[in-house]
């Protein structure tokens, strides 16, 4: 079976510039595949090409094993919902959802069929008689879902369209946006800068900066082996630790030298000596009573309360490094001492950021 959406070596530019440098990607028939980076990094600018409102400079796209290179929007059997819902506020949901089959002049009979039955599903049906402008935002967001899915679109795309709305109505959303898709086994191709939105919803994504793809692939991969620091450092909350590292041996293993005269045992890795970038994730450090092999002494200059947990900032030889603890483990000025399990660490390179590929880290820990 074909991808419902295949990207072929896709390249835009403006004024010069590559706003699109190039990038390839393969969307499967029912999957949640969330483009995820920062302002500016051309996930708008690929969605606008998918949907044929700019043209590729070179490369192709194609839906379902064809090219849609020549046809124009509308033949594309693509659906959109941007991060302006615009539902028709005069009109009624039902009134709504039957506005795109109507221009399609689909027989009136059909349209309430198919109101009907979508307004079911989506849990519309009590709101049909209700003018747009009366709507809450969670409404809202799903009446521009079923006037766009009522289409029977091949690939239906959303470009950020959760950015306006306050954390508590993005979280409830969520999880309804999530219901929807597997309930009606929808490709769906998601724009956002929202770390959150991608992991929690997404089947794969694709992190981008600065028009290239860094790294496609689920989630939890994302997040425990990125292939790129900035990728390491996009995904997480709180932040991933970015610690300069000096790679030595030590006998037969290899030591990591990080701030602080703080020294981790890397074991047999298979790693040149030099200079490096050690990743470390704040919940992957402990606080220890006492100092020992692999542990570091630090004062914690400040922290931050999220209830549940606290961020504390460590300071060790004048560099600060986050470590999630459960609350009242450390107070402000406390020296404290910290350990990480080194084969959860990742090592990258400090020019290229690549991530550096090593065997079994912590294996002669």
């Not at 929007?73 to 539902?87: E, K, M, S, T």
């Not at 630090?298 to 004048?318: M, P």
Request: proline share 7%; net charge neutral; hydrophobic share 45%.
């Amino acid at each position: 079976m074909a991808p419902r959406l295949e990207l072929v070596d896709v390249v835009k530019r403006f004024d010069g510039t590559a706003a699109v440098s190039g990038i390839s990607l393969a969307l499967a028939p029912g999957e949640f595949f969330s483009l995820l980076g920062p302002s500016g990094c051309g996930k708008s600018t690929t969605l606008a090409m998918i949907a044929g409102f700019l043209e590729p400079d070179s490369g192709d796209i194609r839906v379902d094993g064809r090219s849609v290179l020549a046809l124009p929007p509308q033949a594309r059997r693509i659906g959109l919902v941007f991060q302006d819902y615009a539902v028709f506020s005069k009109l009624t949901v039902a009134e709504n959802l039957a506005f795109g089959l109507e221009v399609r002049r689909v027989r009136r009979a059909e349209r309430r069929r198919l109101v009907s039955e979508l307004a079911e599903r989506l849990g519309l049906t009590p709101i049909l008689s209700r003018r747009g402008g009366t709507l809450n935002m969670s409404e809202m967001q799903r009446v521009a879902l079923a006037r766009v899915l009522i289409t029977n679109p091949e690939l239906l795309l959303l470009d950020e369209p959760m950015s306006n709305l306050d954390a508590e109505i993005r979280g409830s959303l969520r999880g309804e946006l999530k219901r929807i898709q597997q309930d009606l086994r929808q490709s769906v191709l998601y724009v956002t800068h929202d770390q959150i939105e991608a992991m929690s919803m997404s089947d794969r994504i694709a992190v981008m900066r600065e028009g290239a793809i860094l790294q496609v692939a689920g989630p939890d991969e994302i997040f425990r082996t990125p292939a790129h620091r900035f990728v390491a450092e996009f995904i997480g909350d709180p932040p991933i630790n970015m610690l300069p590292a000096e790679v030595e041996a030590d006998g037969s293993s290899l030591l990591a030298r990080l701030p602080g005269d703080w020294t981790i045992p890397l074991g047999r890795a298979e790693l040149p000596e030099g200079d490096y970038l050690l990743g470390i994730r704040p919940h992957e450090l402990d606080l220890v009573p006492a100092p020992g092999p692999g542990t570091a002494a630090g004062t914690v200059r400040f922290l931050e309360n999220l209830g549940a947990e606290h961020v504390l900032h460590v300071e060790l030889g004048g560099t600060l490094v986050r470590v999630l603890s459960r609350p009242g483990s450390a107070a402000i000025g406390k020296r404290v001492h910290l350990r990480t399990q080194s084969w959860q660490n990742l090592i990258f390179d400090p020019r290229s950021g690549a991530k550096v590929p090593t065997r079994a880290l912590g294996a002669a820990a």
